[in-house]
């Protein structure tokens, strides 16, 4: 079985920066894209950003965010820039196979201070 496993929240100032990964463990297995989603307190998941043959944004963090993969490990990162307040929630990695199964990971969580 595949399992997602998300590294690099934490705590920051606004208008600081972090770095989220997210690697694979378990089975190994060929993403078709891999993508980040966030879920603030009180609020629904909602998706971030993609990368696969094109790369997708959220309009909320285009300009700030950079999202990059390393394929041969099926690895994703999350270069989140200038962040504010509005963005703290838990960080999800979701990856989908070329079975069409997805995946999540469990999260991490970004808190970011005024």
């Known amino acids: 079985q595949v399992q997602l496993v998300e590294s690099g929240g934490g705590l920051v100032q606004a208008g600081g920066s972090l770095r989220l990964s997210c690697a694979p463990s378990?089975?190994?297995?060929?993403?078709?894209?891999m993508a980040w989603f966030r879920q603030a307190p009180g609020k629904e998941r909602e998706f971030v950003a993609q990368?696969?043959?094109?790369?997708y944004y959220a309009d909320s963090v285009k300009g700030r965010f950079t999202i990059s993969r390393d394929s041969a490990k099926n690895t994703v990162y999350l270069q989140m820039n200038s962040l504010e307040p509005e963005d703290t929630a838990v960080y999800y990695c979701?990856?989908?196979?070329?079975?069409?199964?997805?995946?999540w990971g469990k999260g991490t969580l970004v808190a970011v201070s005024s």
């Open positions: 979701n990856a989908a196979d070329l079975n069409g199964m997805n995946y």
């Open positions: 378990g089975r190994t297995f060929s993403a078709k894209f």
């Open positions: 990368i696969g043959s094109h790369t």
